[in-house]
Structure formats: C-alpha cells, structure tokens
C-alpha cells in the first residue's frame, strides 16, 4: 500500500505538470485574472484562481491554476497572496489585461452572521413562514412590487439556487428529476437568462415607482370588430403598452450612461465595432483607434500608425475578399478563424487587440465547476485532507483535458526529482 506522503508526492507532480501545460498554453501571453472563494466542507475558505488567455489556436481559455486556503480575506492579504502565486509560476503581472474578483460568498456569510446572532439575541424569531425575504414566492398579477421582489431575490439566491439544481441533477430520486434539474441548471447559466433577470428588476423597479399597474395583457373580449367601443379600447391598450416599454427602455440607458463612464463607453464602442457579426457591418476604425488609446504600454506611437495601416486593409481583406470571414458569430469566432486562415501574422496588431477584448472579465462557468468538484473531492469521509493534497487533486480533476494530455513520464520525471528517493520508478 502507498504510504500517504508518496501520495501527497504523487498528487503534487500531477498538479506541477498540468499546471505547466496550462502556462505553455499561455505562452507567456496577455491574459486575465479571476478569483473567487468558496468554503469547503470543513469551512476553510479556500481561493480559486482563475486565468483567461487566447491560445496559439484562437480559442478562449479559462483555466483553474490554483486553490489556496486563505485565513486572511483582507484585501492586502490577498493581494500578497495573487502576487506570490504569480511569481511563483513566472506571470509577469504587466501581462496582466483584465482582473475579476468576486466577493458575494463573503457577503452572504456576513449575512448568515448577523441573522445567526439576532436569533441567539431573540430579536428576530425562527419559524415557517418567518424572516423568509428571500423567499422565491408566486409574483402578484397586478402589482410590479411583488414581481421586483421576485426577480429580485431570484438575483440574490443564484448561487444557492444553482447549488441546489447541480445536487438535484446528481442525487435525485428518478432520471426525469434528474433530467429536469440539469435542464433548469444549463438555461439558467446562459447569457439570456442573466439579462432577462435584470432587464425585468429594472422594469419592475420603473413600474413601481412611477405607480404603473400591470395592465391586462389578454386581447379584450371582442364579440364583433364592428363594436367600435371595443376597438377603441383595444388601441388605447395598446398605445399604453408601447408608451410604458418606451419609458422603461428612456430610463434604462439614462441609468447605463450614468453607469459608464468616458473610457469605458470608449472601450465598449472600440469591441463592438471589431464584433463580426452581420459582414462587419459596426466596424469603425476611428472607434477603434480610440479603443487603443487605453492601452497606452502595448500600442506606443509607431504601432497606432502601423495599426491605422493595418486596419484599413484589414476590413477590405476580411469582409469584401475573404469569404472564409462571412459567417462569424463574434469575437471568438474571429479569433479562431484569423489563426486558421494566417491572417493574425498579416494583422498582428489587429489580432493583438482581439485578444485584449477577449480577454475583458466576464461571467463563467469556470468557479461553479471547481467548487462543484471541491465538494467531490473533500468530502465529509475525507474532510481531514490537507491543503496541499487538496489542491494537488483538484486542479489535474478540473483540467482533465489537459491532465490527459501529460505524458506519464513527465510525472514520473517531476515525481523524482522533488525529493530523493530510494527506488527509482
């Protein structure tokens, strides 16, 4: 039988290879940084870190490198702690275009804190039916307060909603439940939903302050078309909905330009006009060139002249030339298809600003899937497991693609030379 430190070993030479994989993907590109913390099963708080890079191929790739267990959440704490890691695997942080932390987990155990100690305190009272705000109750039919309140503690619980569902659709009682639950999980993880959630908040929000009832949306009983009253009032409904969606839709942009500042209204007009879609129908290169005046450490003086150059032959090459570039859905369509074709060598500042927009922090799947895994691994029979045997099995078990792609000879090599052993394998 394995002893537990040539285990430990073991685990460790498997993380120290995928993780080098993963940094030769990058090839000490730009990329992006995420971070976020969840509590695993013995409540240590553990970090996971997170990079976002475009590879030699065009793809997007968001890869876990690390989760480290972190007693002090102070803000100089972690960054001590993202620094040292990024020394450790040689990132220089001037490659660094795009950082994405996340501190809700940190918000809602404040939260649980303070509830926890009114109920000891005897200020609020447990019982069904009680202290139940974020509850996921049926919205009011005329009322948009109660449709807020809905939307709005659907926004609150996601977490805990999704956790619910990823347990659902590994522990439920017959396949249908199970089949349901990872329906539900995958629509409710799509861009679609998240914008519909907050798009709704928001008219709600509009709705109710401006004391609008939700009219009868159902066609009016119309026994005859001839009846002139019930046509008129069928228009009059009709004119009430189009004047409410524009004043919600008036309000909304007057709430994203105070949202967005100067640069970045710059920044998002300079990624829209490089998007594909529709033959490159938004492209502008003076948008774009004002895009490139954030980056002022990658694009000096010579290369925005040499960038206007490219530019102006890029936009001829891809769009009226080249028809391996009209049927591109966006920016990672483009990033790939540039690479396929060569063309990122033709337009190597073009390409180079595709990449720093692909790069912008967004949304992913990627934390969901390391903390799912988390619980999977250190679990209530193996909740004693140390940190590093921790990190050691979760990183290969997430980056299992690139976990399989490492020659066992490479682990066996790393396996030996961390310390001297008496056999050689």
């Not at 005897?122 to 807020?148: F, I, K, M, P, V």
């Not at 999980?185 to 679609?192: D, K, R």
């Not at 967005?260 to 003076?286: M, Q, R, Y």
């Not at 693609?401 to 066992?408: E, G, M, T, Y």
Request: proline share 3%.
């Amino acid at each position: 039988m394995t002893s537990p430190i040539i285990q430990k070993d073991i685990v460790t030479a498997c993380k120290i290879e995928t993780v080098k994989a993963i940094l030769e993907e990058l090839n000490g590109d730009y990329f992006a940084l995420l971070v976020d913390e969840s509590f695993d099963i013995s409540r240590n708080e553990q970090m996971a870190i997170v990079l976002r890079y475009v590879d030699r191929m065009g793809f997007v790739m968001v890869r876990l490198i690390d989760i480290i267990h972190i007693q002090d959440t102070s803000a100089l704490s972690l960054k001590e702690t993202i620094i040292n890691l990024l020394a450790q695997h040689s990132l220089s942080p001037s490659r660094m275009h795009g950082q994405c932390y996340d501190g809700a987990n940190n918000m809602q155990d404040s939260q649980k804190a303070a509830i926890q100690d009114a109920l000891d305190m005897g200020e609020l009272t447990a019982g069904r039916g009680l202290n139940q705000q974020l509850g996921l109750s049926r919205a009011c039919d005329t009322r948009w307060g109660s449709h807020y309140k809905s939307f709005n503690n659907f926004i609150l619980m996601f977490g805990s909603i999704v956790e619910v569902l990823e347990s659902l659709a590994l522990n439920a009682r017959s396949m249908v439940e199970r089949a349901k639950a990872m329906g539900h999980l995958e629509s409710y993880q799509t861009f679609e939903v998240a914008f519909m959630l907050h798009l709704m908040r928001d008219v709600s929000i509009f709705c109710t302050k401006h004391e609008i009832l939700i009219p009868n949306f159902e066609e009016p009983y119309v026994s005859s078309l001839r009846s002139r009253r019930r046509l008129a009032h069928y228009t009059v409904l009709h004119h009430y909905r189009v004047e409410v969606f524009c004043n919600i839709i008036d309000w909304q942009l007057q709430e994203l330009n105070n949202r967005f500042n100067e640069v970045s209204t710059a920044l998002l007009h300079g990624i829209a006009c490089l998007n594909p879609i529709n033959s490159f129908s938004s492209f502008d290169s003076k948008k774009i060139m004002r895009m490139t005046e954030l980056y002022p450490d990658d694009f000096d003086e010579f290369n925005m002249d040499t960038l206007e150059n490219q530019l102006a032959s890029y936009i001829v090459d891809v769009r009226d030339v080249d028809e391996r570039f009209s049927d591109l859905n966006g920016l990672c369509d483009l990033s790939k298809r540039l690479v396929q074709t060569k063309k990122h060598s033709n337009y190597p500042l073009v390409f180079r600003l595709v990449k720093l927009a692909l790069l912008l922090p967004v949304a992913t799947a990627s934390f969901e899937r390391a903390f799912s895994a988390m619980k999977f691994i250190k679990n209530d029979l193996r909740s004693q497991m140390s940190d590093d045997f921790f990190s050691g099995c979760l990183v290969p078990f997430v980056e299992k693609d690139v976990f399989d792609s490492i020659p066992n000879d490479a682990i066996i090599k790393t396996f030996q030379d961390m310390k001297p052993r008496r056999v050689q394998l």
